[in-house]
């Protein structure tokens, strides 16, 4: 049996361990050795890329084994073409977030170890195919997210960190519940009860009445997550008093545990609840494009607006997932790892002039692209991908869903739309008080441009940004049969 999925789960935390011997006060070692133990990961899990068979819809390098067998829980890792760019989409910003956190200085290794632990715990979410392995790297992801808001983040960390423990901990408990409600009125022939995905899936065949609290339960506690209308208030405090790295991370990846938990587990396994629920899903979905939009108009915090404009464009990813036909969900799963590429580069921006001027209002700024040139040409052209300009990654997701809602939801794809014109008034706005006009503040007069570390942060999301806008296809090609296999699990 390959253990090369198990590899690339535990290297983060392989090298979390090493971390802890290495001396506090070798603050450079620290941080080299996180980025290398990072980057290792990364590589190691590149050639899945070009192994990974997109001609089969199957599970691929799967790892199982028992782990408790008296209660059916094995150790079970896969990978089909849904989880394939998300689990890349981890490793690739995993060497990122290190280089993103130069303006980390007290409890250094503390801080590496919570980000080499989170990636942990996001791996084994995207790979597992256990409901009760999956069950514990969704745990394992809290802790070390609490730890990163409420130690490292801002003037209010205690209040978000402890707002995003409760908002997850609650829809947590609920999908544990339904799972071992699924457990103990599932018998697989030759097996008996199991938490095994790929059987339960197969042979658990509930009535319509427990569909229906089963997807409810898990559809919640991937709703918060995601975070949809209206379980969201917990992401903007996250995000502001986050620290960049903690930003670029929940936005990055985290985020999308919830629109996965809703491809991979909540509508698969209940048909007939995503039947009855789709109606609502689709509504939430709209409302929270809008929403998230407006709202972002009336930010003063730039790390504010970008952060409710998550909540928008993650419901267009909603809005694909329950769209149920190829193009909306192949639009809606690009889209992931466009908003985990552009908003992280978002972050990443607010926080190279946040650490040289200490503020992320608006109003502090203005006509800055006289003295940062080459940040101001950065941030507009993450600022457009963002916005969905064609040529760039974020026009591919937001084209595919929206065509694909049109066929089966017209009067919904129309609304949605408009929160494409919305993104553009909000981010161009705020790149011409930002970048142009007089400066007003002197302090601004000594602003230095990217340095070296923040270029080698931005270039890779660069590189993908425009690679996805000129030919998606290298990317698309690699999940088309897992959602069609997708489509013909769930539409009832």
Same mark, same amino acid.
């Given at each position: ?34 980025? +290398? ?22 599970? /691929? ?32 910003? =995993? ?8 303006? &980390? ?24 195919? #256990? ?11 809290? @802790? ?6 409420? @130690? ?13 423990? !409760? ?11 339904? !799972? ?5 009125? %599932?018998?697989?022939?030759? !097996? ?24 409810? *339960? ?22 502001? /008093? *986050? ?19 809703? !491809? ?7 048909? #007939? ?11 939430? *979905?709209? @409302? ?28 267009? +990813? ?13 639009? *809606? ?9 552009? %908003? ?19 109003? #502090?700024?203005?006509? &800055? ?27 591919? =997701?937001?084209?595919? @869903? ?28 705020? &790149? ?56 013909? /699990?769930?539409?009832?």
């Amino acid at each position: 049996m390959s253990l090369w999925l198990t590899s690339i789960v535990f290297i983060p935390l392989l090298g979390a361990l090493l971390l802890i011997l290495v001396p506090a006060s070798k603050s450079a070692l620290i941080r080299g050795f996180s980025f +290398v133990v990072m980057l290792i990961g990364f590589i190691v899990s590149l050639p899945l890329f070009w192994a990974f068979d997109a001609s089969s819809a199957a599970f /691929q390098f799967v790892e199982k084994v028992p782990w408790i067998p008296s209660i059916g829980i094995n150790y079970h890792l896969g990978l089909d073409g849904i989880s394939l760019l998300l689990v890349l989409l981890t490793t690739f910003l =995993g060497p990122i977030v290190i280089l993103g956190s130069g303006a &980390i200085q007290k409890h250094l290794k503390g801080y590496f170890i919570s980000i080499l632990l989170l990636q942990t715990g996001m791996l084994g979410a995207f790979l597992a195919l #256990d409901l009760f392995l999956f069950y514990i790297f969704w745990e394992v992801m809290l @802790i070390p997210m609490y730890f990163l808001i409420g @130690i490292w983040g801002g003037l209010e960390r205690i209040y978000a960190a402890v707002k995003f423990f !409760i908002y997850t901990m609650v829809g947590s408990l609920l999908m544990l519940v339904a !799972i071992l409600w699924i457990y103990f009125n %599932t018998t697989v022939p030759g !097996i008996g009860h199991t938490f095994d995905y790929t059987q339960l899936v197969q042979y658990a065949h509930f009535d319509v009445h427990a569909q229906l609290w089963l997807f409810a *339960a898990f559809a919640l506690a991937f709703a918060i997550k995601v975070p949809m209308f209206p379980f969201h208030t917990w992401l903007p405090d996250a995000h502001v /008093q *986050a620290p960049t790295a903690g930003s670029v991370i929940l936005a990055g990846v985290l985020l999308k545990m919830g629109t996965y938990g809703y !491809i991979r587990f909540a509508m698969p396994m209940f048909p #007939d609840g995503v039947d009855h629920f789709k109606p609502v899903m689709i509504a939430l *979905a709209v @409302i929270g494009i809008v929403y998230g939009a407006m709202v972002s108009i009336a930010q003063k915090d730039m790390k504010k607006l970008v952060a409710y404009s998550s909540v928008s464009h993650l419901g267009f +990813v909603m809005l694909g997932l329950f769209a149920l036909n190829a193009q909306a969900v192949s639009g *809606a799963l690009i889209q992931m790892v466009n908003h985990g590429l552009s %908003t992280g580069a978002l972050f990443l921006l607010v926080g190279v002039v946040y650490d040289r001027r200490h503020t992320r209002m608006i109003a #502090d700024y203005g006509g &800055i692209a006289k003295v940062m040139p080459w940040y101001a040409a950065v941030f507009t052209m993450v600022a457009l991908s963002s916005i969905g300009m064609p040529g760039l990654n974020g026009f591919i =997701g937001e084209f595919l @869903i929206l065509v694909g809602a049109f066929k089966s939801h017209p009067v919904w794809a129309i609304i949605a739309a408009t929160g494409v014109i919305l993104a553009a008034i909000y981010l161009l706005w705020m &790149i011409r008080r930002v970048f142009y006009g007089p400066m007003t503040h002197k302090e601004n007069e000594s602003l230095t441009d990217l340095n070296l570390r923040e270029w080698a942060t931005l270039v890779p999301l660069l590189i993908f940004i425009v690679w996805i806008g000129v030919y998606p296809n290298t990317f698309l090609s690699k999940f088309t049969v897992s959602i069609q296999h997708f489509l013909e /699990q769930t539409i009832r």
